[in-house]
């Protein structure tokens, strides 16, 4: 259960990218990226996050996951490839030693502060 | 408002690990992070590594992470050497050690004339994978009863370690597992990964696991 760590991590992160003058309170949204590889479960995450927000001072904010795909790069035949499986294996050649070229972390990605825009108006301009 | 951002959620957890770097690194220290189930083993091989080293003239210290219990430092205490107690519930009961522990735990050990200091970490296959704590190497231990496909279903642990020791050799005629398969499952996570088979209850293997040490401190240095 590393979910409670990560989402105090977030929102430790989320508090200290706030520009001057932004309260935690007024965050509504925040955006990661968490890598394929990083064993998260989002519905943990999530349900920590909930529990952590308000002791952090941004009682309405709302946790947006985006899974971060793993994506490989084979330093024999130069492919590049996605993995179905956890099988580090080049698809073309079958060398071993692939490289990680992304899938694996959690990045913050995006805040959204209210700044009293309807639902409806935030919703067609996705952060 | 939106702000666009691209930030590492973990990146304070790093700026910890990297200051531990740091301090290892001016106490001359080798530090690994020994990762693996409850019950694979991991104290059970420290006690019979570290007199393999002693008698190497390389001195350990261990940082001993637990949940709660100090079951195991009161197991290697035997040993003689500094060890401290890192338990995790007054972080949060966190189910892995993290670099702040680490950090906490520095506070009270002397590394002074101390070559090698094992970080044992919490046991389990999913989280302690996730976090550097400073360390030079992270090493896991999947003993041959939890079977071959602990490498598919736990692939981050096996992709991030250097080296996996499959330990409780001594009993693997009474198992009915696959030898090859779980070769060529460690093989499809991570080709560099070396492998090492070990018995701690009948020394089989320790030694090539203390070269292995050895090798890997020279080569850091």
């Known amino acids: 259960m590393h979910e409670l760590f990560i989402a105090e991590s977030v929102v430790g992160s989320a508090k200290k990218s706030l520009p001057p003058g932004v309260e935690p309170e007024s965050v509504i949204e925040i955006h990661v990226q968490v890598g394929q590889l990083d064993a998260v479960v989002p519905e943990s995450l999530q349900f920590m996050f909930d529990a952590v927000k308000a002791s952090h001072g941004m009682p309405v904010a709302e946790l947006k996951i985006e899974t971060m795909a793993v994506r490989c790069r084979c330093p024999g035949c130069d492919l590049e490839f996605g993995l179905d499986l956890p099988v580090f294996v080049c698809p073309e050649c079958g060398d071993r030693h692939v490289e990680l070229l992304r899938g694996r972390g959690i990045f913050l990605n995006g805040i959204r502060i209210d700044d009293g825009k309807s639902m409806e108006e935030r919703e067609s301009t996705p952060l | ?221």
Request: a negative charge.
């Open chain 2, 1 to 221: 408002m939106d702000i666009p951002i691209i930030r590492d959620v973990l990146e304070e957890s790093n700026a910890r690990a990297e200051e531990n770097r740091a301090f290892f690194d001016r106490n001359n220290v080798f530090v690994i992070n020994l990762m693996g189930s409850p019950g694979s083993g991991k104290t059970t091989i420290l006690e019979h590594t570290i007199p393999i080293l002693r008698s190497r003239s390389l001195a350990s210290a261990v940082i001993e992470g637990d949940i709660t219990t100090t079951l195991d430092s009161d197991r290697l205490s035997a040993l003689d050497i500094p060890i401290v107690q890192a338990n995790t519930e007054p972080f949060g009961g966190d189910c892995h050690v993290g670099s702040h522990l680490v950090q906490a735990a520095l506070s009270h050990l002397n590394l002074k004339n101390i070559d090698i200091l094992f970080i044992e970490n919490i046991g389990n296959l999913v989280c302690p994978a996730e976090f550097y704590l400073g360390e030079d190497r992270k090493v896991v231990v999947l003993s041959l009863p939890e079977g071959e496909d602990k490498p598919l279903k736990y692939p981050l642990m096996f992709r991030e370690c250097q080296l996996c020791l499959l330990s409780k050799a001594d009993i693997e005629r009474h198992l009915d597992l696959d030898r090859e398969k779980l070769l060529f499952n460690l093989g499809q996570i991570n080709g560099a990964l070396d492998i090492l088979t070990i018995s701690a209850k009948t020394g089989a293997g320790l030694t090539d696991w203390v070269e292995w040490i050895i090798t890997q401190r020279q080569t850091q240095r």
